[in-house]
């Protein structure tokens, strides 16, 4: 049970996560992993994935597919709409943040 509510709310923190990379440069589903792994999120692709697709649904993401090695990779860059959400997301966060830190 608790797990199931800690997942939720960082869902939005692997959120705002996701857009700094893609804001910093594109990246594919499998880096990402890797990347959130290394942050103590374990997270599958058959969670990442459909996040990555809602995100791109919103227009906070956009999808471009590159040929690597003989094989389609997608990689993820943050549209405009997604960096102000992210400016907009990292004022609110900080804000919270100091208020709960103690």
């Given at each position: 049970?608790?797990?199931?509510?800690?997942?939720?709310f960082f869902?939005?923190?692997?959120?705002?996560?996701?857009?700094?990379?893609?804001k910093k440069?594109?990246?594919?589903?499998?880096?990402?992993?890797?990347?959130?792994?290394?942050?103590?999120?374990?997270?599958?692709?058959?969670?990442?994935?459909?996040?990555?697709?809602?995100?791109?649904?919103s227009g906070?993401?956009?999808?471009?597919?590159?040929?690597?090695?003989?094989?389609?990779?997608?990689?993820?860059?943050?549209?405009?709409?997604?960096?102000?959400?992210?400016?907009?997301?990292?004022?609110?966060?900080?804000?919270?943040?100091?208020?709960?830190?103690?």
């Amino acid at each position: 049970m608790q797990d199931k509510i800690l997942r939720k709310f960082f869902l939005g923190f692997i959120q705002i996560h996701i857009l700094h990379h893609a804001k910093k440069e594109p990246f594919y589903g499998s880096w990402m992993i890797e990347e959130l792994s290394e942050h103590g999120y374990n997270m599958s692709p058959g969670t990442l994935y459909p996040i990555l697709h809602n995100m791109e649904s919103s227009g906070l993401l956009e999808k471009e597919e590159r040929i690597i090695e003989g094989k389609v990779r997608k990689y993820y860059k943050i549209t405009q709409l997604g960096d102000e959400v992210l400016k907009e997301a990292r004022n609110k966060a900080y804000e919270l943040f100091k208020e709960i830190k103690d």
